[in-house]
């Protein structure tokens, strides 16, 4: 078991392209998520999905933000038209299926993708 | 989601416990307390979860009040590798699955 990857790990773009990462979670993991991480604070949720479904969104993801899993593996996430204030460190954590009820899931992050907008 | 209260930043010396302190006094019954941190350049990972009794497992103990209205990371030996962002988080298990962090406490670890 690899653990979860993220590619790449460092990306400097400029304002206004658009910029695409991709996350690996751990082998048969049915859930994957995304967070935000800004200087100082704690992740922030984005987006969850169980297998290829995207179950939830937070109202920080604005219509610039995309997240897709299309075959319930890998998942990408793109934003679009890049603004200085995305710049942050983009997280992505995966966690097995929970056969249990009232049993909550551990999650697994990756090492996360630094994103630089100048 | 109930909220939880730490301290911003903690010190403690090398091969001592260190106990750090989690208050969450709006905690419903149905809510574990779960614990992450997070090293330098890392992403965060699991550390401990619990929701009466007390925990132990291989990288820390649980300490949860009687009342669950706090509860007490305890690192027994801490070393230099424990230094990190540690976040006590609730998460209700029948609501939804993600992960809400506050801003943690900052552990120093002094040689």
């Known amino acids: 078991d690899t653990g979860v990857s993220q590619n790449p790990r460092h990306k400097i773009t400029k304002r206004g392209q658009n910029v695409t990462f991709r996350c690996d979670p751990i082998s048969e993991h049915n859930r994957l998520y995304w967070y935000r991480q800004t200087l100082g604070q704690g992740p922030e949720f984005l987006t969850y999905?169980?297998?290829?479904?995207?179950?939830?969104k937070s109202r920080l993801l604005s219509d610039r933000f995309s997240a897709e899993r299309p075959k319930g593996s890998f998942s990408t996430l793109e934003i679009q038209r890049t603004e200085q204030g995305d710049s942050a460190m983009y997280l992505c954590a995966s966690s097995p299926k929970v056969r249990l009820a009232g049993v909550t899931d551990t999650q697994y992050f990756g090492p996360g993708t630094r994103l630089t907008v100048l | 989601d109930a909220k939880t209260t730490q301290p911003n930043s903690m010190e403690s010396n090398e091969e001592e416990p260190v106990h750090l302190p989690c208050n969450h006094s709006t905690i419903s019954g149905t809510d574990y307390i779960h614990w992450y941190r997070q090293l330098p350049s890392q992403g965060p990972e699991y550390v401990i979860h619990g929701l009466t009794s007390n925990v132990n497992n291989r990288m820390a103990s649980l300490a949860i009040a009687e009342d669950r209205k706090s509860s007490t990371l305890i690192l027994h030996r801490a070393t230099l590798r424990d230094a990190a962002v540690y976040y006590c988080?609730?998460?209700?298990?029948?609501?939804?699955?993600?992960?809400?962090f506050g801003a943690g406490t900052i552990l120093r670890v002094k040689s």
């Open positions: 988080i609730l998460r209700d298990s029948g609501k939804g699955n993600k992960l809400v």
């Open positions: 999905f169980q297998n290829e479904a995207q179950l939830e």
